[in-house]
């Protein structure tokens, strides 16, 4: 693989933000490609392609105590379509991919963060030809630090998926909504 990237890295203390912009071009030549359902399973370094795109992150801090991150990348694969399935490199990654993160510190050492996905769809690794799902998640997690004597430590409540249910990985992975309460400690 020959990457090739340029990016600019700005900082902007006045407005308390940051931006992180990347533009890429990457070449694949002999990636490796199962040949038929024979057995045993026939492999070749037959498929050339370009992965193009661009990416940003942009980090706000509104007031004291927060952060809002707000990430979007596009990403092109320039591969050949498999005419039977239509699935395939082409589609092994989405071509929007977006997340929005908030970050907030609370009075009485709790911190709250909020993060939200939206990718377009993809074909995803063991979902199977011709399928292509995309993703839509929230997540929500209230932390709040602790002291034991000597020992620090950390109790969160963590809620994953508030939306609807979404496929992942075969047709029969199906990701819900998930609570769940973790303890830290550290010495």
């Known amino acids: 693989m020959v990457s090739k990237e340029i990016g600019y890295l700005g900082n902007f203390p006045q407005w308390k933000m940051s931006l992180d912009v990347r533009a890429f071009h990457e ?3 002999g990636y490796i490609r199962k040949q038929d359902k024979s057995t045993p399973a026939d492999y070749a370094n037959e498929e050339d392609f370009p992965i193009q ?3 940003y ?3 706000w801090q509104p007031w004291s105590g927060a952060q809002l991150v ?4 596009y990403t092109d694969i320039r591969a050949h379509l498999n005419p ?3 699935t395939g490199t082409p589609f092994a990654a989405p071509k929007l991919a977006s997340s929005m993160a908030y970050f907030q510190k609370l009075p009485g050492s709790l911190d709250l963060t909020l993060i939200h996905q939206d990718n377009d769809t993809a074909t995803l690794t063991g979902s199977g030809p011709g399928s292509r799902v995309a ?3 929230t997540d929500l997690r209230l932390s709040k630090s602790m002291r034991w004597g000597a020992k620090r430590g950390e109790i969160a409540l963590v809620l ?6 979404y496929q992942d990985f075969a047709p029969e992975f199906v990701f819900r909504r998930q609570a769940f309460v973790t303890l830290r400690l550290e010495n």
């Open 27 to 29: 070449q694949i030549n």
């Open 53 to 55: 795109g661009f990416e």
């Open 57 to 59: 992150q942009l980090k």
């Open 70 to 73: 707000f990430n979007q990348s």
């Open 84 to 86: 039977q399935n239509l």
């Open 135 to 137: 993703m839509t998640r």
């Open 160 to 165: 994953q998926n508030l939306g609807l249910p």
